[in-house]
């Protein structure tokens, strides 16, 4: 009594199924094969630090032991190369968690401005060889958006840690919060490196750095952006860079603003 009776399948039903399937075997072919380039990459990006410890520990075991500068020197540098190792895991989960959002947070709301003050005010205070500038239209009325505040403070680190990291001798970052009737918009821009518009497109991707000399120097593995994008991607927004090299860039952040003030009153009452 389950089995159906199915009416033969036509011509054009076939047709449409087979372009639904084949399309689907794209997507999973796809999918498969990013999953492994990552898989790849980061062997890749392990393997140097993994390579250094060891070159370290071998050096002490044969003499470095017993000279006292080799010793400080080995344990020092295998430490800085563990803790970027720790670094990299750490985003690589991050990257991960960020795949689902959408569901994940669905619930979570976020205030704008005291979240992006309060990240600008930590900055402020760990760089004090640093000008900030904050421009916000804050009017004191409360501006919210989907998302989880841990997620956008995030992104918001990543974003200053950088203008921080590739700025050069002008060490001035400003800050900016604009808001339209339907979105809003986080502005950072530094006076550093720049990037070409060639670069503008890569830097978006997993483990893309321009200078990966440099920027190894500066503790970077080329997974902040990618995390940022993954993160206010999955709550509808959008990121996007200006920049001109050896002048400077502007990251910009943008976010549907949340209007459906019974929500925002049920989860403040939450909050309380
Ligand atoms: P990283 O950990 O290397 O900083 P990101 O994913 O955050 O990784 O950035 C990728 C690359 O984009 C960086 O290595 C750097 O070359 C470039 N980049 C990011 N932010 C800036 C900026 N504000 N100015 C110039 N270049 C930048």
């Known amino acids: 009594s389950d089995i159906r009776v199915r009416k033969p399948v036509s011509e054009d039903e076939w047709s449409d199924l087979s372009i639904h399937v084949n399309k689907l075997l794209d997507k999973i072919d796809k999918y498969v094969t990013n999953q492994k380039q990552f898989v790849e990459d980061v062997s890749h990006e392990l393997r140097t630090p993994v390579a250094i410890v060891e070159g370290h520990l071998k050096l002490l075991n044969r003499w470095g032991k017993d000279d006292p500068e080799v010793l400080e020197e080995s344990i020092a540098s295998s430490l800085q190369e563990i803790t970027r190792m720790k670094g990299l895991v750490q985003e690589m989960l ?17 205030e704008v401005y005291s979240t992006t003050e309060q990240v600008f005010n930590n ?15 804050d009017d004191g009325e409360s501006l919210y958006i989907q998302a989880f505040r841990n997620h956008i403070e995030q992104v918001l680190i990543i974003l200053l840690d950088n203008a921080v990291k590739y700025s050069r001798d002008r060490k001035e970052i400003h800050v900016s919060i604009s808001k339209s009737f339907t979105k809003v918009e986080i502005a950072i821009q530094d006076f550093g490196e720049g990037m070409t518009d060639d670069d503008k497109e890569k830097v978006f991707g997993r483990f893309y750095r321009i200078d990966k000399a440099r920027s190894r120097d500066k503790g970077g593995n080329g997974l902040g952006l990618s995390i940022a994008k993954q993160l206010v991607e999955g709550y509808k927004g959008a990121i996007r860079v200006e920049s001109v090299i050896n002048h400077g860039s502007i990251f910009y952040i943008e976010f549907p603003i949340l209007n459906d003030t019974r929500q925002i009153y049920k989860s403040k009452q939450i909050a309380e």
Do not use: C, G, P, W
């Open 123 to 137: 900055f402020k205070i760990i760089h004090e060889d640093f000008d900030f500038y904050l421009d916000s239209d």
């Open 94 to 110: 991050d990257l991960s968690r960020a795949e689902n959002v959408d569901i994940d947070y669905k619930d979570e709301i976020t």
